[in-house]
């Protein structure tokens, strides 16, 4: 008598039905998740169009025209933006790229493929773990490039280990892009690296390969880089390195439920467990060494999590691996548990953390951050209409406002200003910062100063209620005095102050 083939076996020819309804439940998870959050376009992201969009013009990688500052850390996204905009306009080509990419990833995960356990479904679990964390779904869709970074870790990784004829070049080549599209690259490609190097089956020839590609990728870009902004480093380095520092561990306390944490403990206990420690390690390395920088640097401002993803697809392969090898009876009760008990922390974590049992609110926080941002637009829509096209303005806000409003832009920020970035990162205290700063706009004599305002508060509903910060002292500055005055106009049916020089254009 013959025995019936598994439908979903790589011997079979006939339809994998299984597989299908793997696919089908993430792909129905990840677009819910970015439809959701599809509303919501992180500030900092215009900063990378108005790059893609010089770049497209013709005007070159810059931020104002004719001043070359590297302000940003992803040029393989920015590249891809500007051939983007020629098709279709930003913001929303960076969110259809950046959801054609999270697709991608969860591709690459769900037909992973293993020499020793391809029987077993390691790749649909390790893309249900990634397409169930709310953190993934907003940064596939935010603007920014973590989609893209993510895909090019988990491409190279893939077709290193999860396929059965590796490429190590093509692998180093990946490595590299992912580098040109977030600095973190190098990070992994080093650690991943490590198990590599220490194989004793591992041949030079074989570790040659991956330096090659990875080197044929980063060696030309670092090159431009310093024939084109005259440094080794990104301008965002001086100013980024010091805002953070010291908040690594409330990052990861607060972001934690919606990582897939449960996994973490899963794919540890594995390099004590499992058979496959080498392979584990190669995995697990990169993740957690990437996880120390993350803490170094204190994470950042921005909500759910964004250094967090890219760690993610990580600790899924490496949780899925762990579940995979339990015993037959352990599996039909153990991973279905494990599996609905993460998704349901991460899932759930938007509005409450299962693991701190409190409140998490990040809804409020978008939906709070949201209409401060449609209000920066309108501003920035209406020094676009209103002021001259050679007219330049000073803002601490270097994205929505510069971006809609194409005036020249004076960074208080210091991302996009090479002078006022090494004061950021050199100054002694806040308040000498803040006193240089202002020194370097004042004789820069800019044609408009947007105040630094107490809040995110630009329009106001009645004009009696503007007050700058009061950490603000240029006002207090006789020069400011002599060459500024103080203008109220009216957006959209409230109010918006702003210091005019006063020989410029009366509107």
Known sequence: MKLKKDPASPGNAGFPIRSIMYAAVILSITVSGCVFFWFYTVEDAYISFRYAENFAAGEGLVYNPGERVEGYTNFLWVILLGFGSML??????????????ALGSLALLLTWKEQDIHRRPVGPMAAFLLSVSPGFHLWSVAGLETSLFVFLLVAAVRIDLGSRKPVRFVSGVLFGLATLTRPEGLLFFLLYMIPQMTDLRSSPRRILSYFAGFGLVVIPHQLFRL??????????????????????????????????????????????????????????????????????????????????????????????????????????????????????????????????????????????????????????????????PGDVMSTGLGG????????????????????????????????????????????????????EPASFFILRDIPESFEPDPSWTIVNNPLFRQRYVERTVVIDGRYFTFYQRIRAKEF
């Open 88 to 101: 279709s306009e930003l913001p929303g080509a960076a969110k259809q790229l950046g959801f054609v990419f």
């Open 227 to 388: 024939a084109y902004y005259g440094s080794w480093v990104p301008n965002t380095f001086w100013v980024k390195g010091r805002r953070f520092q010291g908040g690594g561990w409330a990052y990861f306390t607060r972001y934690a439920a919606m990582t897939g944490c449960i996994g973490f403990i899963i794919a540890v206990s594995g390099l004590w467990t499992s058979n496959r420690k080498r392979y584990l390690s190669a995995l697990l390395l990169p993740a957690t060494g990437y996880l120390a920088y993350v803490y170094h640097i204190g994470g950042d401002w921005m909500p759910m999590g964004r250094f967090l993803v890219p760690f993610q697809p990580f600790l899924a392969l490496s949780a899925a691996i762990v579940l995979a090898d339990y015993h037959r009876a352990a599996r039909r009760i153990g991973i279905p548990v494990v599996l609905i008990l993460s998704a349901l922390i991460a899932m759930t974590s938007v509005n409450f953390d299962l693991l701190r049992f409190k409140p998490s609110h990040y809804l409020d926080v978008l939906a709070w951050e949201y209409p401060h941002y449609r209000d920066w637009k309108e501003v920035g829509l209406w020094f676009h209409e209103n002021a001259d």
């Open 400 to 451: 929505i406002i510069p971006y809609y409003s194409r005036l020249v832009n004076i960074d208080r920020g210091g991302l996009n200003d090479k002078e006022i970035a090494h004061i950021i990162y050199h100054a002694r205290s806040k308040v000498l910062e803040q006193r240089l700063i202002d020194r370097i706009i004042l004789e820069r004599n800019p044609d408009y100063i947007l105040a």
